[in-house]
């Protein structure tokens, strides 16, 4: 029966040092590396700026870097919240076609950033983190009288903001709270003026202390192909 007992503790001791070092291993990830120096740009950019404006075509990785650097700055504890939106502004179906609450029909929209900070902390992990509210999905629609604290804040689709809707999104940023917003000027759904030119004049102009990290489709990593078809549509005014 010793034996046995033995036995038992040693199969449960060795149990918990694979799990303990697997989850050291998934806490100590590699720092992010860029592919190119646009993205070596846009990295240095969010390590020393509060604020972070990145423009540029489908592929170039604005959207995967943003959800990764989200992913890691929830793990490590350096933020309280990350906080993920965008425009209700559809290139197909509106919001009223998809099923569920509000932040429910929004889900799918944020898909590329969700499954960014999934990859990189696990899908488990995201969704306790999700459940607890330490990652929010909030519609832009309901945008209006919060303020964000502690937190990082994802911007996406930022060319389909209006004026209105841009200047109402930069005015609920509070303390401690770093502000990541992307867009491609050039994909906006609008018929009126795009709310991320407008803050792009004002930057430019005012001379503000705000990064700008515009990828071009010489940075498109995603896949050659996605490169010809961004190189067909430009060449050609599509």
Known sequence: MKRR???LELVEDRTSRIHRTRFDEERNLSPIQPLTERQAEYLDALARSPQVIVLGPA???KTFIAGTRAADQLR????AKVVITRPNVPSGRSLGFFPGTLEEKIAPWVAP????????MGAAAFEIALKAGDIEIVPFEVMRGRTFKNCLVILDEAQNTTTAEIKMFLTRIGDDCQVIINGDVSQTDLRETSGLRTVMHLVKSRMMPIPVVEFTRNDIVRSGICA???KAF?????
Do not use: D, F, P, S
């Open 59 to 61: 592929g170039t990785g």
């Open 234 to 238: 430009e060449e050609t005014n599509l």
């Open 228 to 230: 010809e078809w961004v």
């Open 76 to 79: 490590q504890r350096r933020i």
């Open 5 to 7: 007992r033995a036995r």
């Open 113 to 120: 950033l969700t499954e960014a900070m999934k990859e990189r």
